[in-house]
């Protein structure tokens, strides 16, 4: 039985060299109250069109107003689903992540619980409070990009969670 808590060995096959790597500088300021927000080094608005536009650009991916969160947040959906409700934000929309308003420019979205607990420990996102209780265990917030090589990452990341909506596996386990 593996034991629990961030590993050292989570893959990333969507992400160059496979494995996540560390952020650079602290964590953001990030309120706990719902909705769960970004406060502080948010992202430019360039930058979030950047990764939204890269995201968009994945196979059935439809973008949309969001089903759970404020006014301005952007849904990214499959077009068609029918897989574990655990693999989304909102089951019933198809809903895999969503970017939220300019003002923030973080992203929420499921991933493997391992995959998370990774980019928790690499200081690339915080768990949503409701995570593992009320929503899905991998339920994150992951920070918004700071730079180009931030909109390369991100997007790596939220592909790893595209493919674990499709699939209902982490995309390194794939067979």
Same mark, same amino acid.
Do not use: K
């Given at each position: 039985?593996?034991?629990?808590?961030?590993?050292?060995?989570?893959?990333? %096959?969507? &992400?160059?060299? @496979?494995?996540?790597?560390?952020?650079?500088?602290?964590?953001?300021? +990030?309120?706990?109250?719902?909705?769960? /927000? /970004? !406060?502080?080094?948010?992202?430019?608005?360039? !930058?979030? =069109?950047?990764?939204?536009?890269?995201?968009?650009?994945? %196979?059935?991916?439809?973008?949309?107003?969001?089903?759970?969160?404020?006014?301005?947040?952007?849904?990214?959906? *499959? +077009?068609? $689903?029918?897989? #574990?409700?655990?693999?989304? *934000?909102?089951?019933?929309?198809?809903?895999?992540?969503?970017?939220?308003?300019?003002?923030?420019?973080?992203?929420?979205?499921?991933?493997?619980?391992?995959?998370?607990?990774?980019?928790?420990?690499?200081?690339?996102?915080?768990?949503?409070?409701?995570?593992?209780?009320?929503? #899905?265990?991998?339920? +994150?917030? +992951?920070?918004?990009?700071?730079?180009?090589? =931030?909109?390369? !990452?991100?997007?790596?990341?939220?592909? $790893?969670?595209?493919?674990?909506?499709?699939? @209902? &596996?982490?995309?390194?386990?794939?067979?």
């Amino acid at each position: 039985m593996p034991t629990p808590g961030p590993r050292s060995d989570v893959d990333w %096959p969507t &992400v160059t060299g @496979g494995q996540l790597s560390a952020r650079r500088g602290g964590h953001p300021r +990030v309120s706990w109250s719902i909705p769960q /927000q /970004q !406060l502080s080094e948010t992202a430019p608005a360039a !930058l979030q =069109e950047r990764l939204l536009n890269d995201i968009a650009a994945l %196979p059935e991916v439809a973008v949309g107003p969001s089903h759970i969160l404020v006014p301005g947040a952007r849904a990214l959906t *499959l +077009v068609d $689903a029918n897989m #574990s409700s655990e693999n989304f *934000l909102v089951p019933s929309a198809h809903e895999f992540a969503h970017v939220h308003p300019s003002c923030d420019g973080s992203l929420h979205l499921v991933l493997s619980a391992d995959q998370a607990a990774d980019l928790v420990a690499r200081g690339r996102e915080r768990m949503h409070p409701w995570a593992g209780t009320r929503l #899905s265990v991998g339920f +994150v917030m +992951v920070y918004g990009p700071r730079d180009d090589t =931030e909109v390369r !990452l991100i997007g790596q990341i939220v592909e $790893a969670s595209y493919l674990f909506a499709i699939n @209902g &596996v982490a995309s390194g386990e794939l067979a």
